[in-house]
């Protein structure tokens, strides 16, 4: 049983759907039955979900069984809330003015069916409810207000399965079979899983930490462990609540959406990578100096710079020196200064930013080594060159944008230089069991960390060219072991 459709009435329901089971809700919160089989999911199509109702406690007990209620109990009050609905409305309102722009009447009601509606025209608008609003089945009522001229959502609520029109029947089992095969979420492919995986990605990122072809080798590898993926992009924030673990393969920042997700994933009780507290280390590049200088992890000469003491770094420190915006990523926010003159004027642009800044001691070497990093063990191991006639891996126009790239060289972890895999095991473990890449550089004989990345890049073809498939696996199976552990905590 991994597929349940719980209604008040079996004549509620339309007809029957292979794999699927159909269920009263009264059984299904009395039968002892229904008490197993954590990770089932449950559509919930009661026609009452308000407080302690039946439909209520079926979304309620599910939650707590470890099933998947849909809708879970935080959509079902926020369907409650006319702050919650007038938000909506706001977030939707280019989506609402285009769809209902042609109708003359004041009114107007779009029935949604697991995201889907008959007329092609709202099916945008329904897709966008269902994500806000993850519901199998939802009635948004709109009105027009004459002093604005514009189209605004008064209400959304959930449509029992027994007001379903007679002409609407077909359609809608056809779109839920469509939902319950994963046919939207896999390309058609049906695919047998015992625990759903989110994996947060941002269509439009001009340089995301993993390409499509690495995604798609992600989504793989998930499968043939059991897991069940989906893409999901920022406007699905709602619905985490449908699955059992989050993996981020979008740039990270603490100020930011990714940040939100990890939060709230975390309260959901999800496994997470990578969780909240790793962004907020790694992220921050005072906190890294800190952190790996308290620990004795062999780092380059470092100062943190402030107004205070900006006046004699260069003095103590000499020139060059590398300066850091403290939340900088991927060679963004990164300067080399080589006059005072330079110094000054950098360290001024930064301070303005944020009240830390860190000068770093600039050592010149052909790579640097990035080692990836996944629960405490060493997953891959690369030489990051220098772009041409530059002292960085990337180099850069004036408006940020990449130029040129440096090449890589992917080598077996067990080719690693000893030393430098101790420390980069040593630094990733400061912040946690997540997935890190530690970057280093190697000077003589002396192996110096530069810093911990959250989130770091696996690409098809770079990271992946020794292990190749196993990369993914490796990931995906830890997933697996950390849902599978968090359920037997939490379900015993």
């Known amino acids: 049983m991994s597929t349940l459709i719980v209604v008040d009435d079996l004549a509620d329901w339309p007809s029957g759907i292979p794999g699927v089971e159909i269920a009263l809700a009264r059984s299904y919160l009395t039968d002892p039955r229904f008490l197993e089989h954590r990770g089932t999911k449950v559509f919930n199509l009661c026609r009452s979900f308000r407080y302690q109702s039946l ?40 989506i609402i003015q285009k769809s209902l722009a042609p109708l003359q009447g004041r009114e107007f009601v779009v029935s949604i069916y697991f995201g889907r509606n008959l007329a092609r025209r709202y099916d945008q608008l329904s897709q966008h409810l269902f994500k806000l609003f993850p519901a199998p089945l939802l009635r948004a009522n709109f ?47 049906k695919a047998r899983a015992r625990f759903d995986l989110a994996i947060l990605v941002s269509p439009g990122e001009t340089e995301p930490p993993s390409d499509r072809k690495a995604l798609i080798r992600f989504q793989k590898a998930a499968e043939k462990v059991g897991l069940r993926p989906e893409l999901i992009a920022k406007d699905d924030f709602s619905r985490l609540g449908e699955f059992d673990a989050l993996f981020l393969r979008e740039t990270t920042s603490v100020n930011h959406h990714t940040y939100r997700f990890a939060r709230k994933a975390v309260a959901e009780g999800m496994v997470v990578v990578d969780d909240p507290e790793s962004i907020l280390k790694c992220t921050n590049k005072v906190f890294l100096a800190e952190l790996l200088e308290r620990n004795r992890v062999s780092v380059p000469r470092t100062m943190i710079v402030h107004r205070g003491n900006k006046d004699a770094v260069v003095r103590e420190m000499g020139l060059p020196l590398i300066l850091k915006q403290p939340d900088s990523s991927f060679s963004r926010g990164v300067v080399k200064v080589e006059s005072e003159e330079a110094f000054r004027e950098a360290v001024a642009a930064l301070l303005e930013r944020s009240g830390l800044v860190i000068a770093q001691e600039f050592l010149a070497t052909p790579f640097d080594w990035r080692v990836g990093v996944f629960d405490r063990q060493p997953l891959y191991a690369c030489k990051y060159y220098m772009a041409r006639h530059h002292w960085q891996i990337l180099k850069r126009d004036v408006n940020g944008l990449k130029r040129d790239e440096g090449k890589v060289e992917t080598l077996p972890v067990e080719h690693l230089p000893e030393p430098v895999l101790r420390a980069a095991l040593k630094a990733a473990n400061l912040i946690g069991d997540g997935l890190y890449g530690v970057d280093l550089k190697q000077v003589g004989g002396k192996v110096l960390a530069i810093e911990v990345n959250d989130n770091p890049n696996i690409d098809a073809g770079v990271e992946d060219r020794v292990l190749k498939d196993e990369v993914y696996l490796r990931i995906m199976r830890v997933f697996l072991r950390r849902i599978e552990q968090r359920k037997a905590m939490a379900y015993p």
């Open 55 to 94: 439909g209520y406690y079926v979304s309620l007990l599910a939650t707590a069984r470890g099933h998947k209620p849909l809708p879970g109990i935080s959509t079902i009050q926020d369907l409650k809330s006319q702050t919650v609905i007038r938000v909506a409305s706001i977030e939707l309102d280019e």
């Open 143 to 189: 009105a027009w207000n004459e002093r604005s001229g514009k189209w605004f959502l008064q209400g959304v609520s959930p449509l029992a399965a027994g007001e379903i029109p007679e002409e609407h029947r077909e359609f809608v089992v056809e779109e839920a079979q469509k939902y319950f095969q994963g046919a939207r979420r896999l390309g058609g492919r």
